[in-house]
């Protein structure tokens, strides 16, 4: 492994002095070199472990900075596909067991401290990695810890949710400098959001996203599992590889498509602020 990659990644990256700078490439090429060991281990010498810790500490090094960086690389990889999969799932950070730390937000319960990382990743249809497209830190409020019942009261921007719009916005600022590549951004359930299906359209982004809730549509069937059900079967069927799990083998599945163009009503309890239907597709894949 040379050092080109590791400056072609942070080589950009803008830390107020071009020794930071240096000091921030070093660093990722012996963490690539050994990404398995601690970070003790991961230098030749007590001077350069020591050198990095203080980089961290440094108030001139912003994180923003190491990744704007990065981005520009991903940007470069991403335009020579024609198709590239912008996937987004939330990661729970536990520093739990280091009780010192400080500035930390709460995980599942009180009891449990630490960070979301919400993390976007371009990755090909193949399944290569092209680099981040974008990375939120998000803090949960102790004080916000059981009133789940009252987010409907709350502005999308003032809920967690708002991190897949923020996702939405970053991946736009790729697609305008690829317009080349089809971006498509992935999302589990938990992106089943209807304001993120507004701002996809008004941003001219693609999501592909899993259901969540049987929402309301503007047909005869009034609810989406309905509407598809009532759909006929594509007469192809799909063929897919279902990984090993623990207890099972691996096997393979054929599975029964159905798929429609429908329209999505905004959610009932937001009927005042007088939202517009979505147009989607809509596929049901049922083994």
């Known amino acids: 492994m040379t050092s080109n990659w590791a400056e072609l990644e942070f080589g950009g ?29 991961c230098f030749q010498s007590e001077a350069e472990l020591d050198a990095m810790y203080d980089l961290c500490d440094n108030p001139h090094v912003r994180r923003e900075a190491m990744l704007e960086s990065h981005y520009t690389a991903t940007t470069e990889r991403i335009s020579g596909h024609k198709i590239v999969l912008a996937v987004q799932d939330t990661t729970y950070v536990d520093y739990t067991s280091h009780p010192a730390t400080k500035g930390l937000g709460i995980l599942h319960d009180p009891k449990h401290h630490g960070f979301l990382l919400h993390t976007t990743l371009a990755v090909t249809p193949q399944r290569v990695s092209l680099g981040l497209m974008d990375q939120q830190i998000i803090y949960r409020k102790e004080e916000d810890y059981g009133k789940k019942h009252l987010r409907k009261e709350r502005a999308v921007k003032d809920k967690e949710s708002q991190k897949w719009l923020n996702s939405l916005e970053a991946t736009a600022v790729f697609q305008r400098d690829c317009p080349d590549t ?18 996809g359209r008004e941003l001219k982004q693609y999501l592909l996203v899993r259901a969540a809730w049987n929402r309301a549509v503007a047909h005869e069937e ?24 623990a207890g099972k083998k691996a096997r ?20 005042a602020e007088k939202l517009p239907n979505i147009e989607v597709y809509a596929v049901l894949a049922r083994e």
């Open 222 to 245: 009034k609810y989406l599992w309905e509407r598809l059900e009532s759909r006929s079967e594509c007469e192809q069927r799909l063929e897919i590889s279902v990984p090993r799990q």
């Open 182 to 199: 089809l971006i498509v951004n992935v999302g589990d359930r938990e992106g089943d959001v209807y304001d993120a299906f507004l701002l």
């Open 13 to 41: 990256a803008e830390l107020g002095d071009p020794r930071r700078t240096r000091r921030l490439v070093n660093i990722a090429l012996a963490r690539g070199m050994r990404p398995e060991a601690s970070l003790p281990n």
């Open 252 to 271: 393979t599945a054929m599975l029964s498509v159905r798929h429609d163009k429908v329209i999505l009503k905004p959610p009932a309890y937001r009927k």
